[in-house]
């Protein structure tokens, strides 16, 4: 092959790829589809972008098509030059209205979606979303909202946002270290999380379900494993969103069971600095407070209370639920989706190997700190959940206990 047809051959390829990419993205039932809506912002935002998307193709193709047509028509066959112009006033007026006209025709419905979307005076049910590397807090204050009775005790929790369906809900987001973006393509745009402001923005599902996204600004390290989801649950007194609340906030437990009374022990002596178990008090019988500001660069740890009433963890990367149990989960019905989803993680659904992994070693299971040597740019905190040096056996203990959390 000569050097122009391996070139030639090197364009065909990629072209193919890139092809190949683009039918990839079509799949049926893509969990972040943006041409998927399945609230009302979204469908705002989609009614949007599929006419201007559509416009602005029609433009590019005829661009593309007359750039190509002059660029073969007018090639360098040894033609002399042509004879040379200056100035069409009538061409040139109209070529500076049409894209004019065009731009605004896109402007003016653009502008007033924007500011629909920002208004947020008829929101429903409040909760608050803090971003920190790597993970989603979402806390929900007490409140007359979100239910019929209101929320009447604060509930923190981590990776999953489970909020009422068909309710129109206000986040209230900020960021303790660095700026995240919160994405739930099927249910809104993009919001930046900023420290030391509040962002907000709408959600709003239509049926209840689980709606995958991600982090979307460039956050450090484990940026990539920055996940969440948001979980509908259907509404009012009755409802399953009523009922994950109802859990939520019910007494603390102690464990009965002897590994997991071990793995209690274990928690406050190796864990509890960090992460806060409502409710867990110590053999003195005094609340277990933690102080992760001492600990953590953002000054803050997943709730772990309820860990199991989630289905993933550690910025919704992993999966709590094996990948059958977590089959059946998302691909439910909306009717049935709400006791599936209730039901937490069960001992045969739990996915032991992840967990495991994780309390094994966790900056190998997700790149949390470039050198952890540098720690003295942090003043000696640490960015993400450290490595621990836990026994086996420890772990064992620490995962009886932990499944005990719903
Ligand atoms: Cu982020």
């Not at 972040?32 to 201007?52: C, E, M, S, T, V």
């Not at 559509?54 to 004879?83: C, H, M, N, T």
């Not at 929790?157 to 986040?171: A, C, D, F, N």
Request: net charge negative; aromatic share 8%; glycine share 8%.
């Amino acid at each position: 092959m000569t050097p122009f047809q391996r070139r030639r051959r090197k364009l065909q390829l990629a072209g193919v790829a890139a092809l190949g990419l683009v039918v990839a993205g079509c799949a049926e039932n893509a969990p972040q589809d943006i041409f998927q809506p399945a609230g009302p912002n979204a469908q705002k935002i989609d009614d949007l972008q599929r006419p201007i998307f559509y416009i602005a193709g029609v433009v590019g193709v005829v661009v593309l098509s007359v750039v190509a047509f002059v660029v073969w028509k007018f090639k360098d066959r040894g033609q002399p030059i042509p004879e040379q112009t200056h100035g069409k006033p009538k061409l040139e007026v109209a070529l500076t209205i049409l894209p004019a006209v065009i731009l605004l025709g896109v402007a003016i419905p653009t502008v007033s979606v924007i500011m629909d979307l920002a208004d947020t005076d008829d929101s429903e049910c409040i909760v608050n979303v803090t971003g920190q590397q790597w993970w989603w807090e979402f806390d929900y204050p007490v409140q007359d909202g979100c239910l019929p009775g209101g929320i009447t005790e604060p509930i923190v929790t981590s990776g999953q946002m489970v909020i009422p369906s068909e309710t129109k809900v206000l986040i209230r987001g900020t960021s303790r270290d660095v700026i995240h973006s919160f994405w739930i393509p099927k249910l809104n745009g993009k919001r930046d999380m900023v420290p030391g402001r509040i962002h907000t923005l709408r959600m709003e599902a239509d049926q209840p379900g689980i709606y995958a996204g991600q982090c979307a600004e460039f956050c450090g390290l484990s940026h990539a494993n920055m996940r969440m989801e948001v979980v509908a649950l259907s509404p009012g007194a009755e409802g399953d969103f009523a009922a994950w609340v109802a859990n939520q906030t019910a007494p603390y437990e102690a464990p009965t069971d002897e590994l997991a009374l071990a793995g209690q022990s274990s928690f406050i002596t190796n864990c509890a600095r960090c992460h806060q178990v409502d409710g867990l008090t110590d053999d003195a019988g005094q609340p277990v407070i933690a102080r992760p500001d001492l600990q953590v660069y953002s000054g803050a740890a997943p709730n772990l209370t309820n860990l199991m009433t989630r289905n993933t963890f550690a910025g919704a990367t992993w999966d709590l639920l094996n990948s059958e149990c977590r089959e059946d989960v998302w691909e439910s019905d909306p009717e049935s989706f709400g006791d599936k989803y209730l039901a937490g993680v069960t001992d045969e659904c739990l996915n032991e190997i992840d967990l495991r992994e994780w309390l094994r070693d966790s900056p190998a299971k997700k790149p949390m700190y470039a050198d952890a040597e540098r720690l003295e740019e942090t003043d000696g905190l640490f960015r993400g959940m450290p490595y621990l040096a836990l026994s086996e056996t420890q772990i064992d203990e620490l995962l009886a206990y932990l499944l005990e959390r719903k």
